[in-house]
Nanobody, 121 residues
Protein backbone atom coordinates (compact mmCIF):
# COMPACT_ATOMS: atom_id res chain seq x y z
CA UNK A 1 0.00 0.00 0.00
CA UNK A 2 1.40 3.37 -1.04
CA UNK A 3 0.17 6.53 0.59
CA UNK A 4 0.59 9.74 -1.36
CA UNK A 5 0.46 13.27 0.02
CA UNK A 6 0.36 16.34 -2.20
CA UNK A 7 1.44 19.79 -1.12
CA UNK A 8 2.37 23.16 -2.56
CA UNK A 9 -0.97 24.39 -3.76
CA UNK A 10 -2.23 27.88 -3.13
CA UNK A 11 -3.67 31.08 -4.50
CA UNK A 12 -1.59 32.79 -7.19
CA UNK A 13 -2.09 35.36 -9.91
CA UNK A 14 -2.17 34.64 -13.60
CA UNK A 15 1.34 34.29 -14.94
CA UNK A 16 2.79 33.10 -11.64
CA UNK A 17 4.46 29.77 -10.98
CA UNK A 18 3.93 27.03 -8.44
CA UNK A 19 5.83 23.88 -7.61
CA UNK A 20 3.70 21.08 -6.27
CA UNK A 21 5.07 18.06 -4.49
CA UNK A 22 3.86 14.52 -4.05
CA UNK A 23 5.47 12.52 -1.27
CA UNK A 24 5.09 8.75 -1.02
CA UNK A 25 5.06 6.77 2.20
CA UNK A 26 7.48 4.27 0.75
CA UNK A 27 10.05 4.00 -1.99
CA UNK A 28 8.18 4.20 -5.25
CA UNK A 29 10.91 3.99 -7.83
CA UNK A 30 9.02 1.24 -9.66
CA UNK A 31 5.82 3.22 -10.07
CA UNK A 32 4.70 5.43 -12.89
CA UNK A 33 3.47 8.71 -11.40
CA UNK A 34 0.59 10.60 -12.86
CA UNK A 35 -0.90 13.98 -12.15
CA UNK A 36 -4.55 14.79 -12.68
CA UNK A 37 -6.74 17.74 -11.87
CA UNK A 38 -10.41 18.36 -11.31
CA UNK A 39 -12.19 21.68 -11.45
CA UNK A 40 -15.62 22.19 -9.86
CA UNK A 41 -18.33 20.71 -12.03
CA UNK A 42 -15.85 19.07 -14.37
CA UNK A 43 -14.45 15.59 -14.76
CA UNK A 44 -11.00 14.67 -13.56
CA UNK A 45 -8.52 15.26 -16.36
CA UNK A 46 -5.02 14.12 -17.16
CA UNK A 47 -2.20 16.61 -16.62
CA UNK A 48 1.01 14.62 -17.03
CA UNK A 49 2.96 11.51 -16.17
CA UNK A 50 6.55 10.56 -15.50
CA UNK A 51 8.00 7.12 -15.95
CA UNK A 52 9.47 5.07 -13.13
CA UNK A 53 13.00 5.98 -14.23
CA UNK A 54 12.17 9.61 -14.85
CA UNK A 55 13.31 9.42 -18.47
CA UNK A 56 9.88 9.67 -20.06
CA UNK A 57 7.21 12.29 -19.56
CA UNK A 58 3.91 13.00 -21.25
CA UNK A 59 1.73 16.06 -20.88
CA UNK A 60 -1.73 17.16 -21.77
CA UNK A 61 -1.79 19.65 -24.63
CA UNK A 62 -3.27 22.27 -22.30
CA UNK A 63 -0.15 22.31 -20.11
CA UNK A 64 2.60 21.28 -22.52
CA UNK A 65 5.41 23.81 -22.50
CA UNK A 66 4.28 25.27 -19.17
CA UNK A 67 4.37 22.30 -16.79
CA UNK A 68 7.36 20.06 -16.11
CA UNK A 69 7.30 16.94 -13.95
CA UNK A 70 10.43 15.60 -12.31
CA UNK A 71 11.06 13.00 -9.66
CA UNK A 72 13.57 12.46 -6.94
CA UNK A 73 13.62 8.73 -6.36
CA UNK A 74 15.83 8.99 -3.32
CA UNK A 75 13.34 11.37 -1.75
CA UNK A 76 10.21 9.48 -2.76
CA UNK A 77 8.88 12.68 -4.27
CA UNK A 78 7.52 13.89 -7.57
CA UNK A 79 7.50 17.56 -8.47
CA UNK A 80 5.31 19.25 -11.07
CA UNK A 81 6.71 22.68 -11.82
CA UNK A 82 3.88 24.82 -13.15
CA UNK A 83 4.79 28.04 -14.94
CA UNK A 84 2.64 30.61 -16.65
CA UNK A 85 -0.42 29.66 -14.67
CA UNK A 86 -3.78 30.66 -16.10
CA UNK A 87 -7.24 30.88 -14.60
CA UNK A 88 -8.13 27.70 -16.51
CA UNK A 89 -5.54 25.86 -14.38
CA UNK A 90 -7.64 26.39 -11.26
CA UNK A 91 -8.45 22.94 -9.91
CA UNK A 92 -7.71 20.35 -7.27
CA UNK A 93 -4.50 18.59 -8.29
CA UNK A 94 -3.96 14.91 -7.52
CA UNK A 95 -0.95 12.66 -7.83
CA UNK A 96 -1.38 8.98 -8.52
CA UNK A 97 0.83 5.91 -8.70
CA UNK A 98 0.47 2.93 -10.98
CA UNK A 99 2.30 0.40 -13.12
CA UNK A 100 1.01 1.32 -16.57
CA UNK A 101 1.82 4.47 -18.50
CA UNK A 102 -1.61 5.84 -19.20
CA UNK A 103 -3.58 9.05 -19.47
CA UNK A 104 -6.57 7.31 -17.94
CA UNK A 105 -7.24 7.78 -14.23
CA UNK A 106 -8.50 4.20 -13.99
CA UNK A 107 -4.98 2.91 -14.63
CA UNK A 108 -3.69 4.23 -11.30
CA UNK A 109 -4.02 2.25 -8.08
CA UNK A 110 -3.03 4.83 -5.49
CA UNK A 111 -4.14 8.43 -5.09
CA UNK A 112 -3.37 11.36 -2.86
CA UNK A 113 -5.98 13.59 -1.27
CA UNK A 114 -5.24 16.51 -3.58
CA UNK A 115 -3.94 20.06 -3.24
CA UNK A 116 -5.90 23.09 -4.39
CA UNK A 117 -4.49 25.48 -6.96
CA UNK A 118 -6.38 28.69 -7.55
CA UNK A 119 -5.28 31.18 -10.19
CA UNK A 120 -6.80 34.65 -10.13
CA UNK A 121 -6.93 36.63 -13.35
Amino acid sequence: QVQLVESGGGLVQAGDSLRLSCTASTRFSGYIMGWFRQAPGKEREFVGIISSGGDYTDYADSVKGRFTISRGTAENRVYPQMNGLQSEDTAMYYCAAGWVSSRSASAYAYWGQGTQVTVSS
